[in-house]
C-alpha cells in the first residue's frame, strides 16, 4: 500500500476549494482570507458579531470578498477634528 498520495480527509478544509463563485460573487474560504488580510481567523470571527458576511458551504465557512472588504471599509472610523478653540486652550 503507497502512502505517498495518501487521500485527504473529505471533512478537512483542505479538501474544499479555496475559492467558489456564485453568480457575481467570489467566496474565499475563510482561513485564506485570513492570510489575505494577515491576521488570524480568530480576529476574522471577532466581527461576527458586528455583523460580517459568512456561508458555511459544506461546513467550512467562506466570506463574500466583495461583501466582506466594504464590511471592513464600512468599520472606518471618523472623527471629527478639534476646533481651533479646544487647541488654543491646551497649549496654554
Do not use: C, N, W
Not at 487521500?7 to 476549494?17: E, F, G, I, M, V
Not at 470571527?45 to 455583523?51: K, L, N, Q, V, Y
Amino acid at each position: 500500500m503507497d502512502f505517498s498520495e495518501q487521500r485527504l480527509d473529505p471533512r478537512s478544509r483542505k479538501a474544499h476549494p479555496e475559492q467558489i463563485r456564485v453568480g457575481d460573487e467570489t467566496f474565499i474560504r475563510q482561513d485564506k482570507l485570513a492570510e489575505e488580510y494577515g491576521v488570524s481567523e480568530r480576529s476574522i470571527d471577532r466581527g461576527d458579531r458586528e455583523g460580517a458576511p459568512f456561508r458555511f458551504i459544506g461546513g467550512v465557512k467562506y466570506r463574500p470578498k466583495k461583501r466582506y472588504d466594504q464590511f471592513i471599509l464600512d468599520g472606518i472610523q471618523v472623527r471629527k477634528p478639534q476646533s481651533q478653540k479646544r487647541k488654543a486652550r491646551k497649549r496654554t
